[in-house]
């Protein structure tokens, strides 16, 4: 076993050093929305009043899905506040980063050869995936660390505060382990992190599901390492088991993953891959029909994900209606009826689904960094096909299947509220709003496009508008944005059911000028530079 796991120190400082700027970003990150999100909900709601009619709202299917399981509901105290509003979104969010760096530093590293290289030198054949897991040890600590800090900086209760922060670096563990075990599943990066994505998105949904099936949560919200945070009642009634559950489960994961990359030749993966034909059909002979081909997994993946969420949606738009006569007076009249406040909820569905579409968009871009690396670009080009066919088929796939699987997921979401509630124009509303959000698309793949044609290394900063419209979108009343700040989100010019005033018709405009500027100077930088570029 020592020989097995030789070379593990040197693979985690390597691993460090590659992510020495990544990794600052995500914990500083992490710490501002928590400390700044915290400070804006104490100022928001200040009184006991205030934060009462707070929890009446996130006692409702839809703020308990969004949310958490509601405990300290009838006390409804910041630090309850921060628990039950803030712990999924950040969760998630780490979550990802967690799958993604796992992913990176184990299949990345042998897609990419560098595995094999130094496994050529004395480096044992554990040693990847042990690095990767002292790294993840190393960023838990980190978030732990910061999250508990931010909760110290709300004057919340020490003990508490620390368990807050470990409920959400346990989660690096549990998902980083997920990472790891995929990586030995799948013969590619991409396919392993959209696996770990499916896991992520099945847990999410399932500890949704089960805390609204009963209040606190019911059996099946156990099922899922999410709900195992939440349960650790954190500012309620503070227990820490749940927590050495999620330690377990990551411990039995990452034992499961080292097991089986003894089973599997290096570069191979055990999930069973079909055998491709010899001569690619006529339809697949262009970069178009290539970049689908290439991409149809993740699409699918992405689709049923949407799909599910627009379900999750639509069954709870009757529980929305019948939960507004329990709001406050004050609240009815904010809401402007039963009706509207679903509008407000449907409004609300197109959003979040609108934001996800945008990260697909930005990940279908983004594929031409890999296509580059992987020396498919160099081949491509080496043929009849012109840089600026090869680039704009890429732009093209991004924003069709991100449009497509936005207009999808709408017709679901009304078909499925249309089926439950009655709601006015329902299918006309949302297609209407569905349309209004196709610049945003327009543009999201044009600023992807644009950071890879000046640098493959740039790409990473498509990503950057994308958690902008997110914050706003999710977070934006809750940390009391600028007017001036809010309006750079092309999401905030789209119609909405809930509002009688029309789309704004001048900034979907210049939104869709800036995307079209933005590929025109993505164009332009893409023909003067070296392909393959360092």
């Given at each position: 076993?020592?020989?097995?796991?030789?070379?593990t120190?040197?693979?985690?400082?390597?691993a460090?050093?590659?992510?020495?700027?990544?990794?600052?970003?995500w914990?500083?990150?992490?710490?501002?929305l928590?400390?700044?999100g915290?400070?804006?909900?104490?100022?928001?709601?200040?009184?006991?009043?205030?934060?009462q009619?707070?929890?009446?709202?996130?006692?409702?299917p839809?703020g308990?899905?969004?949310?958490?399981p509601g405990?300290?509901?009838?006390?409804y105290?910041?630090g309850?506040?921060?628990?039950?509003?803030?712990?999924?979104?950040?969760?998630?969010?780490?979550?990802?980063?967690?799958?993604?760096?796992?992913?990176?530093?184990?299949?990345?590293?042998?897609?990419?050869?560098?595995?094999?290289?130094?496994?050529?030198?004395?480096v044992?054949?554990?040693a990847?995936?042990?690095?990767?897991?002292?790294?993840?040890?190393v960023?838990?600590?980190?978030?732990?660390?910061?999250?508990?800090?931010?909760?110290?900086?709300?004057?919340?209760?020490?003990?508490?505060?620390?368990?807050?922060?470990a409920?959400?670096?346990?989660?690096?563990?549990?998902?980083?382990?997920?990472?790891?075990?995929c990586?030995?599943l799948?013969?590619?990066?991409?396919?392993?992190?959209?696996?770990?994505?499916a896991?992520?998105g099945?847990?999410?949904v399932?500890?949704?599901?089960?805390?609204?099936?009963?209040?606190?949560?019911s059996?099946?919200?156990?099922?899922?390492p999410?709900?195992?945070?939440?349960?650790?009642?954190?500012?309620?009634?503070?227990?820490?088991?749940?927590l050495?559950l999620?330690v377990?489960?990551?411990?039995?994961i990452?034992?499961?993953?080292?097991?089986?990359?003894?089973r599997?030749?290096?570069?191979?993966?055990l999930?069973?891959?079909?055998?491709?034909?010899?001569?690619?059909?006529?339809?697949?002979r262009?970069?178009?029909s290539?970049?689908?081909?290439?991409?149809?997994?993740?699409?699918?993946?992405?689709?049923?994900?949407?799909i599910?969420?627009?379900?999750t949606?639509?069954?709870?738009?009757?529980?929305?209606?019948?939960?507004f006569?329990?709001?406050?007076a004050?609240?009815?009249?904010?809401?402007?009826?039963?009706d509207?406040?679903?509008?407000?909820?449907?409004?609300?569905?197109?959003?979040?689904?609108?934001?996800?579409?945008?990260?697909?968009?930005?990940?279908?871009?983004?594929r031409l960094?890999?296509?580059?690396?992987?020396?498919?670009?160099?081949?491509?080009?080496?043929?009849?096909?012109?840089?600026?066919?090869?680039?704009?088929?890429?732009?093209?796939?991004?924003?069709?299947?991100?449009?497509?699987?936005?207009?999808l997921?709408t017709?679901?979401?009304a078909?499925?509220?249309?089926?439950?509630?009655?709601?006015?124009?329902?299918?006309?509303?949302?297609?209407?709003?569905?349309?209004?959000?196709?610049?945003?698309?327009?543009?999201?793949?044009?600023?992807?496009?644009?950071?890879?044609?000046?640098s493959?290394?740039?790409?990473?900063?498509?990503?950057?508008?994308?958690?902008?419209v997110?914050v706003?979108?999710?977070?934006?009343s809750?940390?009391?944005?600028?007017?001036?700040?809010a309006n750079?989100s092309?999401?905030?010019?789209?119609?909405?059911l809930?509002?009688?005033?029309?789309?704004?018709?001048?900034?979907?405009?210049?939104?869709?000028?800036?995307?079209?500027?933005?590929?025109?100077?993505?164009?332009?930088?893409?023909?003067?530079?070296?392909?393959?570029?360092?």
């Amino acid at each position: 076993m020592t020989r097995e796991l030789q070379g593990t120190g040197t693979l985690l400082r390597l691993a460090l050093k590659r992510d020495r700027i990544r990794l600052p970003i995500w914990v500083v990150a992490i710490g501002f929305l928590l400390a700044g999100g915290g400070q804006e909900l104490a100022q928001v709601f200040s009184s006991a009043e205030e934060r009462q009619v707070r929890a009446t709202i996130m006692s409702q299917p839809s703020g308990v899905f969004m949310g958490g399981p509601g405990y300290g509901l009838d006390n409804y105290t910041v630090g309850a506040m921060m628990a039950n509003e803030y712990t999924l979104f950040i969760v998630v969010a780490v979550a990802i980063m967690a799958l993604q760096t796992a992913v990176r530093h184990t299949r990345g590293e042998e897609s990419a050869g560098r595995i094999e290289l130094l496994r050529s030198t004395r480096v044992g054949r554990h040693a990847a995936p042990a690095a990767a897991t002292l790294m993840l040890i190393v960023i838990a600590a980190l978030i732990a660390l910061v999250s508990a800090g931010s909760m110290f900086t709300l004057d919340l209760p020490a003990q508490d505060s620390w368990a807050f922060g470990a409920g959400i670096g346990v989660q690096v563990l549990v998902f980083g382990a997920v990472g790891l075990l995929c990586a030995q599943l799948s013969s590619s990066p991409r396919s392993a992190v959209g696996l770990g994505l499916a896991v992520l998105g099945v847990a999410v949904v399932v500890r949704g599901v089960g805390d609204i099936m009963e209040p606190r949560g019911s059996w099946l919200s156990w099922f899922s390492p999410i709900a195992w945070s939440m349960q650790t009642r954190a500012f309620v009634d503070l227990r820490w088991w749940p927590l050495v559950l999620a330690v377990g489960l990551a411990l039995l994961i990452t034992l499961a993953a080292m097991t089986l990359q003894s089973r599997r030749d290096l570069d191979a993966g055990l999930l069973p891959q079909r055998s491709g034909r010899a001569h690619a059909a006529g339809h697949l002979r262009g970069p178009l029909s290539l970049g689908f081909r290439l991409t149809r997994t993740s699409n699918l993946t992405w689709l049923i994900a949407l799909i599910l969420l627009a379900v999750t949606y639509g069954s709870l738009a009757p529980a929305m209606r019948d939960s507004f006569a329990d709001l406050p007076a004050a609240y009815q009249t904010l809401l402007g009826g039963s009706d509207q406040a679903v509008q407000g909820y449907l409004d609300l569905a197109m959003t979040t689904m609108a934001c996800g579409t945008a990260a697909l968009a930005v990940a279908l871009a983004s594929r031409l960094r890999g296509e580059e690396t992987d020396a498919r670009t160099e081949l491509t080009l080496s043929l009849p096909i012109a840089r600026l066919r090869w680039l704009l088929s890429w732009w093209v796939l991004s924003f069709v299947i991100s449009a497509v699987v936005l207009l999808l997921s709408t017709l679901v979401l009304a078909a499925i509220t249309d089926a439950v509630i009655s709601v006015a124009a329902i299918y006309s509303g949302l297609l209407l709003a569905w349309a209004t959000y196709l610049p945003a698309l327009a543009l999201f793949s044009s600023i992807a496009v644009l950071f890879y044609a000046l640098s493959p290394r740039f790409t990473v900063l498509a990503w950057v508008p994308v958690l902008f419209v997110l914050v706003v979108a999710i977070m934006g009343s809750l940390l009391n944005l600028p007017m001036w700040l809010a309006n750079l989100s092309p999401f905030q010019h789209v119609a909405h059911l809930a509002s009688d005033s029309p789309a704004d018709v001048a900034a979907l405009t210049l939104v869709s000028s800036a995307a079209l500027v933005a590929t025109a100077l993505a164009v332009a930088a893409f023909r003067h530079r070296d392909i393959p570029t360092d």
